[in-house]
């Protein structure tokens, strides 16, 4: 079995389990057709960040077309992008609807398997309404297979649902890190509401309140609503759960916990005054409470407000102003459904096969994690050396399900192997059993086996490979 083309990702499969949620009074939501999972999951399945398993598919792009913001975070730099989906300390260059229209037909060209168009800063996209609905409209006359995503800090949300179902946006994220405005006062110092400054609580009250709202009225829209939460010790990392019960009973979709990236480089409040962010295992603990309650998103790269191509990968150096510009719009929307029949047939493949592995053992065992080097389409198919990112799967004899990713620098640097950076790559995946990897060169398999971790060369679909090892593990450390 070989991926339809070879830039392509891959999966694990995590359906959307929740039927529409009611509301908070207890009614059902206005949508007229009732939404069953086999339509959530059409809706969701070419979008890399609602769909686990479309992730290792399918491609996103954001165009940085909004700059201001109307409320204060903590954790935010106002030089930089908007730390709510972006990684601190990125700035991109901003477009204008136009100039943000011909990318995408451009990128639509050459990365047919990019289906979703994301808007998410690097400001907030509702204090910018203008530039963000234009840029949307152009997309969506131009473009119509492209799906369209909208991420807000939510004060302003509940002015524009109308606007956001008649364009056909299917897709919004709120940043929602509180429901008490105490907590929020700590958060958030100011809060810009119809012409007037709000600070401490009374601000965060308003953009609690509003942030309700909004979720409220795309739940009733039957707009699929994604919840992000910065995790951040201290302030807000025990009240999450409160904020996962209440999102749910609004009817979210999907909640995305983030952890908190604070240092003084970034000269944000938090990276001033020592405010640290969460371990690996403080934030999968927080997740793992908070997943029995709704579907969990774990894939999430934190990514740019220019962000371009699959969530682990970045394209965006590719495609700047100077670069875009001179190229030519190739949108070829034949081309691209090919391309996603494509995709498509090969994830059907891989299902069958994991499928039938998963009928073949039936026996759950002790948990492991593996480490993945993948460049995507559910394979191990990355040199340990090249990897900048491990896929960190839970594998149990039966299954090996998806649980996050470890961001590391690459260890082959110029054809030799750093040392100080294998260090750090076996820090980051110490709490594994084994390494998966097309190729490891023997200088990192001997500290990888003195760190007890097993390196393990091979190229195969990553569930079965993980699986594999998962029983020759079991064999040379019975319990
Ligand atoms: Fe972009 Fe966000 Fe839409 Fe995805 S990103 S606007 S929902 S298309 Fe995705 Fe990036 Fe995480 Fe955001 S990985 S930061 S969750
Ligand atoms: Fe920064 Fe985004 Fe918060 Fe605005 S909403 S202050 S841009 S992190």
């Known amino acids: 079995m070989s991926p339809p083309t070879s830039s392509l990702a891959v999966a694990s499969s995590t359906a959307p389990t929740q039927p529409k949620a009611t509301g908070n009074c207890g009614c059902s939501s206005s949508s007229s057709a009732p939404v069953t999972e086999e339509s959530v999951l059409a809706r969701i399945a070419k979008h890399p960040c609602y769909s686990e398993e479309a992730h290792?598919?399918?491609?996103?792009?954001?165009?940085?077309?909004a700059?201001?913001?109307?409320?204060?975070?903590?954790?935010?730099?106002?030089?930089?992008?908007?730390?709510?989906?972006?990684?601190?300390?990125?700035?991109?260059?901003?477009?204008?609807?136009?100039?943000?229209?011909?990318?995408?037909?451009?990128?639509?060209?050459?990365?047919?398997?990019?289906?979703?168009?994301?808007?998410?800063?690097?400001?907030?996209?509702?204090?910018?309404?203008?530039?963000?609905?234009?840029?949307?409209?152009?997309?969506?006359?131009?473009?119509?297979d492209i799906k369209l995503c909208l991420s807000t800090n939510g004060l302003m949300l509940p002015d524009y649902v109308d606007r956001i179902k008649q364009l056909n946006i299917d897709h919004v994220t709120i940043t929602i890190n509180m429901v008490d405005p105490e907590i929020g006062a700590k958060i958030y110092p100011w809060v810009h509401y119809r012409r007037r400054r709000y600070r401490g609580i009374e601000g965060a009250r308003i953009l609690h309140e509003r942030q309700m709202e909004g979720l409220q009225a795309l739940t009733e829209a039957d707009i699929l609503c994604k919840v992000n939460s910065v995790m951040i010790p201290g302030i807000n990392d025990h009240h999450l759960e409160e904020v996962n019960r209440v999102?749910?009973?609004?009817?979210?979709?999907?909640?995305?916990?983030?952890p908190l990236i604070s240092a003084p480089e970034h000269g944000t409040h938090f990276g001033l005054t020592g405010q640290r962010g969460p371990t690996p295992k403080e934030l999968k603990a927080l997740q793992d409470n908070c997943s029995g309650n709704m579907k969990m998103m774990r894939h999430c790269r934190q990514c740019r407000a220019d962000a371009v191509g699959l969530l682990g990968e970045d394209r965006s150096q590719e495609f700047t102003k100077d670069k875009f510009l001179e190229m030519a719009p190739e949108y070829d929307l034949e081309q691209r459904q090919e391309v996603h029949a494509g995709i498509e047939k090969f994830k059907a493949e891989l299902k069958a096969a994991k499928e039938k592995t998963a009928t073949q053992k039936q026996k759950r065992g002790p948990k492991i994690l593996v480490a993945v080097a993948t460049k995507g389409s559910g394979i191990v198919n990355q040199h340990f050396g090249h990897a900048k990112e491990f896929q960190i799967f839970e594998v149990d004899g039966v299954e090996a399900k998806f649980v996050g990713h470890r961001k590391v620098d690459h260890y082959c640097q110029s054809g030799y192997g750093e040392e100080a950076t294998l260090d750090n790559i076996i820090q980051a995946i110490a709490d594994c059993q084994g390494v998966l990897a097309s190729k490891i060169g023997s200088c990192p398999q001997q500290q990888l086996r003195d760190a007890g971790i097993e390196p393990i060369e091979t190229y195969d679909t990553i569930d079965k490979a993980a699986l594999s090892f998962y029983e020759q593990y079991l064999q040379n450390n019975p319990r």
């Open 56 to 65: 290792h598919h399918y491609a996103r792009m954001h165009v940085a077309v």
């Open 67 to 144: 700059p201001a913001c109307n409320i204060q975070c903590n954790y935010c730099n106002r030089k930089y992008d908007c730390a709510n989906e972006s990684r601190p300390g990125v700035v991109s260059e901003l477009l204008t609807p136009e100039e943000a229209a011909h990318k995408v037909l451009v990128i639509a060209g050459k990365i047919p398997q990019m289906t979703v168009l994301g808007i998410a800063g690097p400001g907030d996209p509702l204090a910018n309404p203008e530039k963000t609905f234009r840029t949307f409209e152009l997309i969506a006359q131009q473009a119509p």
């Open 247 to 258: 999102i749910r009973s609004k009817g979210a979709f999907i909640h995305n916990i983030m």
